[in-house]
Nanobody, 111 residues
């Protein structure tokens, strides 16, 4: 059974940073392409960043430079480092692999 468990969300002031984690189980983690998505209130879910099994990364163009995705295959964990956060980054952030989704972690950025 595949499980994805996000953590690290919370309330932060604009300009601050957060690091999200997603611990995966039930999959051969090191072979899989991992993604972070987010969904803001009243908006569609959007791709934030992705990372290949080899560590290649891709970002939502609007977030490039502020967000960094990384992975630790020894810990079966993917990370999302978020810097210079803005109120518009407020959303539930989800981890994804293939067709599986975590339950999400809420990030709230106050102005």
């Amino acid at each position: 059974q595949v499980q994805l468990m996000e953590s690290g969300g919370g309330l932060v002031q604009a300009g601050g940073s957060l690091r999200l984690s997603c611990a995966a189980s039930g999959i051969f983690f090191r072979l899989n392409y991992m993604r972070w998505y987010r969904q803001a209130p009243g908006k569609q879910r959007e791709l934030v960043a992705s990372i290949t099994s080899a560590g290649g990364t891709n970002y939502n163009e609007s977030l490039k430079g502020r967000f960094t995705i990384s992975r630790d295959n020894a810990k079966n964990t993917v990370y999302l480092q978020m810097n210079s956060l803005k109120p518009e980054d407020t959303a539930v952030y989800y981890c994804n692999v293939i067709q599986y989704w975590g339950k999400g972690t809420l990030v709230t950025v106050s102005s």
